[in-house]
């Protein structure tokens, strides 16, 4: 036994030797004769094995000189709970053992409270049942104390969140999709003022329930209600990057995963009248909208930063770029810097426009939307895909489901930006026009240069498009719909009619999510069905 470790070999096999990270040791239970374990026993429990006849074996024999370790364990990307026991024949020796361990694992920042949402109805309505027969007894064996509340309309959590008390409170967990996951982190962040930058008081936890989680994949890789109790219980927690969608200053909801404009915004749409179907209506939808599907003319302006150029890197569990500490919040006193970069703008047709801020894996793109994305890089990843042929469209879907890169098709482009905004073309007595209520005035100068900018002509009046309008998409914002065509992304607030802005200002990691990232899984051989060669997942 280590300061960070715990190692035993079976009796006369000292060639097994097995190393245990204290940081994966879930719980150290001893053994009561007669008891057995109940949700409310925490770890000082566990059952006693029991003969055929009935009888507790060799409890009285046994139960003074024993203790269990129940740890996790990793497999690919999931992880398992596993438990090894230990006897000692003298009791003070194992007393002296099981009061080092508590010790030690006492000296990790664990959750010791959690409030759970359970959302019945996502998905194929298992959220309750994955929680009793999965995280339930995980949570019970580290000792950790529950406030179980399942959500009975829309919009449940979030409101509950904004009034509620979180004092003693270690962490808030969703046992639900990315659209339940929303609702908690809605009404974190609008705990504060609107004017302040967002950051939410306590961790939030994701059991995968839904029909994409999207959100779970990109924090370990996997969709596995067990990993993600393991997470919890150990304490792992990584930063993640948040966007806010703002109407005339004015803050309308969060965003955590992807928004997207064009045919997945038309996808979910379509889906909507299909919820019959639960998660199969994504699949029927995007075959019917696929053959309806048509690309929306606009411009999409956006500032680039320094660093947009750096060359990609992979995100994973031991990635530097996420694993660093934020830097301090700036002082209430001290005047936010002037954004810095440059503007660019590319005109349409589009398909698709999206803005991701994680890789959004999940079971039909594992590689994810977005592969390049990283949980908290501090930058909105724009993807913009042209308009082009059904089967060149259809390259670009296999390509994102398969898990390889489509940002080398020549029909989509990739960018690293700080904010970016859409200009869809909108009606104004029969004329086509660029709607330019709001421009940057660093976006208004460039534009003037390069005189490439259609001005509005003030004998024409130009009607901000009105929602559902037949002629624009929607906005898909983690599963949910926003009916209005013109969005602006930033890092920081601004005043944009239609503003998403990356909460943070100088520092864009709003919220402490329990995961560890993407572990990486190395290559190995195949069964020799296909010669042997080495397969790797990524």
Known sequence: MGQTYISWEPEGTPDLRHLVPLS??????????????SAGSGAAVYRVPVREDGQLEQAAATCGRSFAVHYAERAGRRWKVRVQHFHQRSADTLRQWVDELHTLLQGFRRPQSLMVFINPACGRRRGPAIYKKKVKPIFALAGVQTEVIQTTHASHASSLLQQCSLSGCDGVVVVGGDGTLMEVLNGLLKRQPDDQSPNAPVPIGVIPAGSTDAVCGS??????????????????????????LRSGGRLLRYSLSMITYGFFGDLLKDSEKLLWLGPMRYNVAGAG???RSRAYRGSVAFRTAAGSLAPHKPCFADCDVCCR????????QTEPA?????????????LVVSSANVSCRCKITPAGMCPRAHLSDGWAHLILVRKTSRANFLRYMYRSAAGKDPFDLPFVEY????EFELLPEVVGDGHRLLWETHVNSALSVDSAAAGDWPAADPEVAVVPPAAGDA????????GEVVAQPRINLSRQCTEAQWAVSLTGGCTPRAVRMFGRGVERVEERGCCGGCGGRAKKHI
């Open 338 to 350: 002037e954004p810095t970069g440059e503007w660019h703008r590319v005109s349409g047709p589009f």
């Open 219 to 244: 924090l370990q890789g996997s969709q596995d209600a067990v990993t993600a109790a393991l997470h919890i219980v150990m304490g792992s927690t990584r930063w993640v990057d948040v966007c806010s």
């Open 24 to 37: 994966e040791v879930v719980a150290v239970s001893r053994p009561q004769p007669g008891r057995a374990a």
């Open 289 to 291: 909208r696929f053959w």
């Open 415 to 418: 960018y690293r930006v700080k």
């Open 471 to 478: 002629r624009d998409s929607v906005w898909n914002c983690d």
């Open 325 to 332: 500490e934020p830097p301090p919040p700036p002082d209430a």
